[in-house]
């Protein structure tokens, strides 16, 4: 089992973000009104940097990260977004169905940002987000949400921009 914990540089609407020591700050800016001219836009934001079990060590900046992550999407971008800090896994799966449910206008958008431990499964190849209710030791990742399952969450969100 390979865990690990990452963020590297992305876009989100012409400002690009890049971590520093202490979470993200903007590095470009742009003129936000260029970014979405119609629709509404929604995020869903997720930041776990604790764990019920000692064996996840704590992160620093995930929950800081998704905050400014959030901050900056709905200050300057018009997002609605929906912040999850630490949150179970069941928490999460409850989102992403309220969102899978919700009815959307052509124009609209959906984003979604996940920062945490990662665990990956060298039998079955395949990966998995780790919430703070997720066991260290769970031989059938029955805790955790595999890759895929995020994946058919997002393919089946009704939004024609995620």
Known sequence: MKTSAALALFVIG??????QTRGLSPVVQADPGAVLKTGKAYALIIGTNDYSDPSWPHLQNPAHDAQTISDELKTNFGYQPVLLIS??????????????????D?????????????????????????????????????????????????????????
Request: aromatic content about 12%; hydrophobic content about 40%.
């Open 106 to 162: 052509p124009a609209d958008s959906v984003f979604i940002f996940v920062a945490g431990h990662g665990k990956f499964d060298d039998e079955l190849q395949q990966g998995y987000l780790v919430f703070r209710d997720s066991k260290h030791d769970d031989p059938l990742n029955s805790s955790y949400m595999a890759h895929l399952d995020l994946r058919q969450y997002v393919d089946r969100i009704p939004a024609t921009r995620i």
């Open 87 to 104: 949150p179970t896994k069941l928490d999460v799966e409850k989102q992403l169905r309220a969102f899978l449910d919700r009815k959307y």
């Open 14 to 19: 012409g400002i690009a973000l890049a971590q």
